[in-house]
């Protein structure tokens, strides 16, 4: 039983190119949440969505910052016109429907560098 | 703001005594809490969690404890092994745990020595 798969594992991109963030949740999650750590914090929640829906993206940055949870095949998390300040790790979980916090399960990230 | 505080970044034990790691919090809506492990490169793992309605869960050699009145949990190791090094994130959420957005503390960097 796969876990939370994420690839790139590490991506390096130039100031204004875009990035692009795949995330496959485990088999029989629905739900799927990314979060973002910059360098020397905690965790900072981004977004939920369910298939076909943001449920809350509350954290998303205004601009620039898109993802998308479609029918069919990954999450993805898009960054347009990278800045170095979107320099980070971020991390995809995933939990069942109508799961509570204890079953959230998360990737092992996708450490973006824009140099 | 910090909604989720972990005042110390790092700690040292050594092997077989006990680990404390220490966590407050300022949102007397949040009801419910976790504490996830991380090792470097990795995603977080869920350790253990608590229901504001609990003062302590325990499972295995851990066990978390709640004193809502003081906004304030702890997670204890007890032995500690040195498999248990890594960072420790303290997690809170609202309406008792089905709110899946986590607010996270920074961490705490757990060294067990052998």
Redesign the interface.
């Known amino acids: 039983n796969a876990g939370?798969m994420q690839n790139p594992r590490h991506l390096v991109r130039r100031r204004g190119q875009e990035a692009r963030l795949r995330c496959s949740p485990m088999k029989g999650h629905s739900?799927v949440?990314w979060?973002r750590q910059l360098p020397e914090?905690?965790?900072?929640?981004m977004v939920?969505l369910q298939k076909e829906n943001i449920i809350?993206e509350?954290?998303m940055p205004k601009e620039r910052f898109s993802a998308e949870f479609p029918k069919e095949g990954p999450s993805i998390l898009r960054i347009q016109q990278v800045v170095r300040g979107d320099s980070a790790a971020y991390?995809c979980?995933s939990?069942p429907s109508g799961?509570?916090?204890?079953t959230?399960?998360?990737?092992?990230?996708s450490?973006l560098t824009v140099v | 703001d910090q909604q989720?505080k972990q005042n110390s970044p790092s700690l040292s034990v050594q092997e077989g005594r006990i680990s404390i790691l220490n966590c407050d919090y300022t949102n007397s809506m949040f009801d419910?809490f976790?504490w996830?492990k991380k090792y470097p490169?990795?995603?977080?793992?869920?350790l253990i969690?608590i229901s504001s309605i609990k003062d302590k869960n325990e499972d295995g050699r851990f066990t978390v404890f709640l004193n809502k009145s003081a906004k304030h949990l702890s997670l204890h190791i007890v032995p500690s092994q040195p498999g248990d090094s890594a960072v420790y994130?303290c997690?809170a959420?609202e309406n008792?745990?089905?709110?899946?957005?986590?607010?996270?503390?920074?961490?705490t960097s757990l060294a067990v020595n052998p």
């Open positions: 939370v739900h949440y979060y914090e905690g965790l900072k929640f939920y809350d509350s954290g991390f979980a939990s799961g509570a916090a204890n959230i399960y998360f990737g092992e990230g450490w | 989720v419910y976790l996830y490169a990795e995603g977080p793992t869920f969690s994130f997690a959420s008792a745990g089905n709110n899946r957005k986590l607010i996270w503390g920074l961490g």
